[in-house]
């Protein structure tokens, strides 16, 4: 089994930045892709960003050029830094890793609110 952890959501003006982390752990031999997808009432949830085992990322289009997706493989962690933040951003921001040999496992979702 594994655990995800996610923190580093809240409120802030937009402009703004924030830095979300997920830190995974569990059984976990070794985990291939690690990414972060977004959710807002009534909608389905989103990719913003992916990033594969050696380093490879992917961003959704609206994402590009103000988010970046890291990790830190020694503490099965993921980052999500998000700077010049928009009202439109607003959401529940959930982490995903894919597990080699196990399957995919999602964090509780932490909230992400941007103000005007």
């Known amino acids: 089994q594994v655990q995800l952890v996610e923190s580093g959501g809240g409120l802030v003006q937009a402009g703004g930045s924030l830095r979300l982390s997920c830190a995974a752990s569990?059984?976990?031999?070794?985990?291939?892709?690690m990414g972060w997808y977004r959710q807002v009432p009534g909608k389905q949830r989103d990719l913003v960003a992916i990033?594969?085992?050696?380093?490879?990322?992917n961003y959704a289009t609206s994402m590009k050029g103000r988010f970046t997706i890291s990790r830190d493989n020694a503490k099965h962690t993921v980052y999500l830094q998000m700077n010049s933040l928009k009202p439109e951003d607003t959401a529940v921001y959930y982490c995903?890793?894919?597990?080699?040999?196990?399957?995919?496992?999602w964090g509780q979702g932490t909230q992400v609110t941007v103000s005007s």
């Open positions: 990033i594969t085992s050696g380093g490879r990322t």
């Open positions: 995903v890793v894919l597990v080699d040999g196990q399957g995919d496992y």
């Open positions: 569990g059984s976990i031999f070794s985990i291939n892709e």
